[in-house]
């Protein structure tokens, strides 16, 4: 079986599923498991690139407010023709941050012996888990991905009994900075998950544009900051969107030095299984507590003048 993914979440289901040495094509930006996607051709690119513009000016770029303009993906449909896939996996969740499934399968009407578009669209974490074993079935391992499916599940279960009973925090989580946009789908689940209460979006939510006096209204007991396809680093640079901002210093989580940066494309933004691995690093973040793996500073950085938690 030849597979071209289209999608960073699906190359790392697809890894997850040990398939990995199937994979023949995938986009630039899939880059999990390291050392093993890096041989991978790359079948698309971006239209601009991000690293030299603010949130604003990529916002902008790709639709704005309405978050319905054309993809930062372009498709290299030569490219894709050559690796002669047999199966071809994309998404049609969000129209910006991957190639949609209308796009592509106008793309693949247009090759020679016809393959396979499966499209994933999760919004929940048990979507992301069905996403799992609905691509196990269409790839040939059930098993496999029947076996993997209930680890990622109990992994969840020790999250929220590692949590239960513990004081529940009130969290904002921050997948844009400007404009603010609020984190929505799995993630509202992530926060519960880890023992928190999530503000401003709700589970499954494709969520929108937020003013900040929703964020100050909300006096958040914690902020995370995870926006989407940005590495820690560069959030960290563009903290000044929101320390500007008026009220920032009263909000009970600056206040109390619970304002933290995580790794979003890793764990937060794409809906892939790692999302897992992005609830037990809120159980720390929110409780200090641990959960699988120990939490490095790469993966939740505490800012905001105080020091991260050990775990």
């Known amino acids: 079986m030849r597979i071209v993914s289209l999608l960073p979440a699906a190359t790392d289901l697809v890894a997850v599923l040990g398939l990995a040495?199937?994979?023949?094509?995938?986009t630039h930006e899939c880059d999990w498991p390291p050392g093993t996607v890096d041989s991978i051709p790359v079948v698309t690119a971006a239209e601009f690139s991000p690293d030299t513009l603010t949130s604003r000016e990529i916002s902008d770029a790709v639709g704005g407010a309405a978050h319905s303009g054309s993809s930062l993906y372009t498709l290299d449909t030569e490219a894709l023709a050559a690796l002669a896939p047999d199966v071809v996996l994309t998404q049609d969740l969000c129209d910006v941050c991957a190639l949609s499934y209308a796009g592509v399968s106008r793309a693949v009407r247009e090759l020679d012996g016809g393959p396979r578009v499966l499209s994933l669209e999760p919004r929940t974490l048990d979507d992301v888990l069905d996403c799992l074993t609905?691509?196990?079935?269409?790839?040939?391992?059930?098993?496999?991905?029947?076996?993997?499916?209930?680890?990622?599940?109990a992994r969840l279960a020790a999250v929220r009994r590692l949590t239960e009973g513990l004081r529940r925090p009130r969290v904002v989580a921050i997948e844009w900075l400007d404009p603010l946009w609020p984190a929505g789908h799995w993630v509202p689940e992530q926060i519960t998950a880890a023992g928190g209460t999530?503000?401003?979006?709700?589970?499954?939510?494709?969520?929108?544009?937020?003013?900040?006096?929703?964020?100050r209204d909300a006096r958040p007991d914690v902020v995370l900051l995870l926006p989407c396809g940005f590495p820690p680093g560069r959030t960290v640079r563009e903290l000044d969107l929101l320390t500007s901002l008026p009220g920032w210093d009263d909000l009970p989580a600056v206040r109390?030095?619970?304002?933290w940066v995580l790794d979003g494309?890793?764990?937060?933004?794409?809906?892939?299984?790692?999302?897992?691995?992005?609830?037990?690093?809120?159980?720390?973040?929110?409780?200090?507590?641990?959960?699988?793996?120990?939490v490095s500073g790469h993966e939740a950085q505490r800012i905001a003048g105080t020091t991260r938690r050990n775990g």
Not at 21 to 26: E, I, K, P, Q, S
Not at 279 to 293: I, T
Request: no cysteine.
């Open 21 to 26: 040495d199937a994979l023949v094509g995938r």
């Open 134 to 153: 609905s691509l196990g079935d269409a790839l040939g391992v059930p098993e496999r991905a029947a076996l993997r499916r209930a680890e990622l599940t």
């Open 198 to 215: 999530p503000l401003l979006a709700a589970p499954g939510e494709h969520t929108k544009p937020m003013d900040w006096d929703a964020v």
């Open 256 to 259: 109390a030095g619970e304002v």
């Open 265 to 294: 494309p890793a764990h937060h933004n794409r809906p892939g299984p790692r999302v897992v691995r992005g609830a037990e690093v809120l159980a720390h973040v929110l409780h200090g507590v641990r959960a699988g793996e120990p």
